[in-house]
Structures are given as C-alpha cells and as structure tokens.
C-alpha cells in the first residue's frame, strides 16, 4: 500500500484490493483512484452519410480559435500505420476575449483505428472531436450541425429501448452551468437535417480542471459515444501558481473502447450490449500510440475515460502515477499511486517523471467489475534523450471546494440502483435485461427529485444488483463522498461521477444545490445501463 495522502483513503481501497487479490493481480497500493475513480483517428477519410449536403466544419466564427499541428491539419487519404505512432492530440478550439464562438459538425465518416477500417458517427469526423479551452467566466457559443440522416425508425412505446440513433443534444459532462434552455440542457431533441445553438456561460467562480462533452439524448447516447462522438473540455488555470506543474509539458489522454459490427458500423444495440463486445481500446483514436519522454522530465497527463461502459485499471511499468486532480477538481496534496481504477466518465490528472531510458507501457490490466474489464495496452511510454531535471511539487494549494459539515445538511435521500437478468446470463438478450433505479426506469415525463435551491443535501446511493457495478454520476453540482460501504472516508472527496459497488454497495455524498434551477439528470454512467433505463430527473426549484 502506498504511504502518505491516500492513506486517509484506506476505506476506499479495501474493496478493490479485496477484488484484485481473488484475481491475485497486484502487490502494490491502488489508493483513492481504485473506487472514486472506482479519439482522433489516425487518419481520416471525411466522407459524409448525409442527405443535407455538406457543411465544412468551421473553426470559429469572430470570437474563438482553434489550435491545429501540421499533421492533423492534413487530411490524410492512405491508410495510416495500425499502431506505434507518435501519440496525436486533438484539434484544439480556444475562447478569446471570453467567448469560444464555433460550430461542432455531426455526420457520418470513415475512420482507420488500429488498422480496421470504421464508418460511425462523428465531430467533425474525427474522434475524439476538437478540444475545447475555455476560463472561468468564459461563454461557449456552439452551432450544432446535425448532418446525420434521418432516422428509420419511429419512436417506441417503451422508451428504454435504444431508438432513433440521429437524434442528439450536447452534453458539458461535470460542469456546474445552467441545466435550461439552450444552455447544457439535455432534455433538447436536435433531429437530423437542423442546426442549433448552445450557449453555456461558465460561472467566474468554476473549478478549473478536466471536463468534457459528449452527446445525452436518451435512445441515441451509447450509440453516438461509443462511435467516439465526444471531446475534451479543459476549464483553464488550475495550479497555475505550482511552478513544477506549470513547467510539465502537458498531455490529453482520452481513452475508448473501439466496438464495431462486421461492417466496421453501429447500427444495433445487438453490437454494444454484450459485455465482452469491445474489440481493443484506443487513446486519442489511436492504438497503442507511443508518448515521448526524457529521463527525469515531468509531464501532466490530463486523463479522461471515454469509454462507453468499462472501468479501465491503469498501470505504468515501473512508474508511480501522481494524481492531483479528480473530475476536474483539485487535490489538495499529490498521492502517488501505482495503478488508478478510471471509471467511464471519470477524469484523473496525473503527474509522471520518467525513469531511465527504455519502452514502458501503460496497460489496461484486468479488473473485475462483475464481468471482465477490456484489456491492453493503451500506450507505450518511449524514455530517451538527455536527462532532464524536473521535479514533482511537495504541496498544492488548498482545494478549491469547502467540505460540508453535518450542520448543514437540510435533507437526506437515498437512491438505489437494481437489475434483472435471465438466468443463462452470458447468453440472453439485451431485452431480456432491465435497469432500474429505485425501481422504475427512465421516463422523461416524470421528475424524480425535487431539491430547493440552496438545499444542502446527503445521499445515499445503494447498488442491489448481484452481477455488476454501477456508476452514479449527476449532473450540475458536485458532491463530496464521505462514506463507502457504510465506511466513513477520513478526507472526504469531490467528484462528479463514482463507482458503487455490486450485490449492496453503497456510496453517501453530500452536495449543495446552488446557483441554478432546472431539470437534470443522474443516471449510470455504464450508457449500455442508462441506455436501457437507469436514469432518473431532478428538479431543482425555486421555492
């Protein structure tokens, strides 16, 4: 086990060490990243499926721009090599003068990953899509251009069967915004053959961190995400006063499970729902790219889990991963680990000061979320070159958000996830399976939760379900984890999405309602779950 900051975790860490010990994994410490954290293809094809023509996509409109190498400016019409590039980021698009002011493209385009040649859903037909750099007190100005085709088929009675995959919406995943109008409101229908605006406006006082989008209309979600609709989201200016992470050279990692049919397409709930359907995972939309370092050169890697439904167990030959922030949140010291559990939405930003030289690779190890976990390698890390000497930060600034005490709490609720299943398991249907919380699935139609703005609440979220994990994610606010499986956590926690765990976990967060009205959403972020009706709506109200 690792000394020092996670120690104050050890509650966290008992039950994910307790499942890698029955698969006798690993001798070292998983830390706080085991629980709570309990791509651009390499070349692109940018033909378009679209029957309402073609709308190149635009780097800004006045008011923002965008940052783009020599290599990703080109579009590249030979297939590019299946694996061991050099790791690309995606295209970057940053506000000016306050405003990020640019249109984001959806349609169809073909893509080389890993050798195998894809035609899904797309931003601006690449995946991940651009990312986005943004301040606090900031404005985003997004034209939406859904250029998918239409749908062909008709809205289902039941609502949490997966329908009508061009349907979208845009999603700004662990943003404390307003959740109306044309603001991060997923509760919008933007169908095939429409443009539309999206305006978010960042509050002066945002956390500064790793967030991200990706698409929340519910029946086309996993559909469009696991095609890699999606991007990042950095809200500028975290530790900019920690001199030796303002001198690391700064990475995105933006991690995904690579899932397809026999036509290199998604186009069946049937291609996502079973749980060993990922084919490889990806970094960036590439496989198993290569990273560059020098001996002892220190580099910030912003990590975000993009995958559609799997936790993914991250571990760096022979390095320590140095967390200093979770879900875009500051910590407020360095813990030093040597492997981090990532759940599906989450984000870690981690410190890593290379050894001597030679390939080192990060791995995906295996990991028992009640079924297997993906495996691989996602990167290979490649340390040559004249030895730099750079070192981690002894301390860090005081966390950005203040713990809630229990004087303040002026509600409690609890909150629990459950399934159904066949009883040949391995070999039943997707509609055989039903996803619940608190015993009713998904309807838009109805509001779950009513909170009073202001309110400063605490949750209990209990999984019931005997077979897997679930991941408890809500939306606008924050909350603060400070107790697992009835286990109070020394240092409380801020996150946005965590894992509970299966056959009676339980997770208890507290989180103040503040700043905005609306109607939102907490759901599992395992989207095959939310896809298939573990989501509910809360409403928070003015009295």
């Known amino acids: 086990m690792q ?103 959806m349609a169809y385009a073909y893509r080389y990953v890993g050798g195998v040649r894809l035609y899904v859903r797309s931003y601006e037909g690449t995946s991940p899509g651009p990312t986005f750099r943004v301040k606090p007190g900031d404005t985003m100005r997004l034209k939406l251009i859904n250029d998918l085709p239409p749908n062909r088929d008709a809205m289902p009675a039941d609502m949490s069967r997966p329908h009508q995959f061009n349907n979208t919406n845009f999603h700004f995943h662990g943003a404390h915004v307003s959740p109306s109008g044309i603001a991060d409101n997923v509760m919008r229908s933007m169908a095939p053959g429409n443009t539309y605006n999206v305006e978010i406006k960042i509050p002066p006082d945002h956390t500064r961190g790793t967030y991200w989008y990706h698409p929340h209309h519910h029946g086309s979600a996993d559909v469009q995400m696991s095609s890699g609709m999606l991007g990042a989201i950095v809200v500028e200016g975290d530790f900019a006063d920690v001199p030796e992470i303002a001198a690391a050279k700064e990475r995105l990692l933006v991690l ?51 995958g559609y439904q799997d936790d993914m167990l991250l571990v760096l030959d022979k390095h320590d991963l140095h967390a200093v922030a979770y879900d875009g949140i500051q910590l407020g010291a360095v813990e030093p680990l040597k492997q981090i559990l990532i759940a599906p939405g989450q984000r870690v930003d981690v410190l890593v000061r290379a050894g001597a030289a030679g390939t080192y690779e990060l791995n995906a190890a295996p990991y028992d979320q009640g079924h297997p976990s993906p495996t691989g390698t996602l990167a290979r890390v490649v340390v040559s070159g004249a030895p730099l000497d750079m070192n981690l930060p002894r301390a860090l600034p005081r966390p950005p958000l203040e713990s809630i005490k229990a004087s303040e709490i002026t509600h409690r609720r609890t909150v629990v996830f459950s399934a159904t299943a066949p009883e040949a398991d391995a070999a039943g249907h997707w509609q055989e399976f039903g996803f619940f919380i608190d015993g009713k699935k998904f309807d838009p139609r109805r509001i779950d939760h009513r909170v009073k703005l202001g309110a400063v609440e605490e949750w209990k979220i209990i999984n019931t379900h005997e077979h897997d994990d679930h991941v408890f994610h809500i939306h606008t606010n924050p909350f603060e984890v400070v107790s697992v499986n009835g286990k109070p956590l020394a240092v409380p926690q801020w996150r946005d999405t965590v894992i509970v765990e299966r056959q009676g976990g339980e997770v208890v967060f507290r989180s103040r309602f503040l700043d905005f009205t609306g109607i939102f959403m907490l759901h599992c972020h395992m989207m ?6 573990m989501m509910q709506t809360v409403e928070v109200y003015k009295p």
Do not use: Y
């Open 256 to 306: 995904t499970q690579v899932v397809h049919d026999a036509h290199g397409m998604i186009e069946n709930f049937e291609t996502l729902f079973p749980e060993t359907a990922t084919r490889f995972l990806a970094v960036n939309g590439q496989r198993r790219p290569m990273i560059s370092m020098r001996p002892g050169e220190v580099q910030r890697w912003r990590i975000l889990n993009a």
């Open 528 to 533: 095959n779950h939310e896809e298939m009706g």
């Open 3 to 105: 000394q020092g900051p996670e120690d104050s975790h050890a509650i966290l860490t008992t039950a994910v060490e307790k499942k890698l010990s029955r698969r006798q994994l690993f001798d070292g410490g998983v830390g706080l990243g085991a629980l709570l954290l309990s791509g651009r293809a390499a070349g692109a094809d940018h033909s378009h499926h679209s029957t309402h023509g073609q709308h190149a996509p635009h780097a800004h409109t006045g008011h923002g721009h965008m940052d783009m190498s020599p290599t990703l400016g080109k579009v590249q019409d030979k297939r590019a090599p299946a694996m061991d590039q050099p790791l690309l980021e995606p295209e970057v698009r940053r506000s000016v003068n306050g405003v990020l002011d640019t249109s984001l493209r």
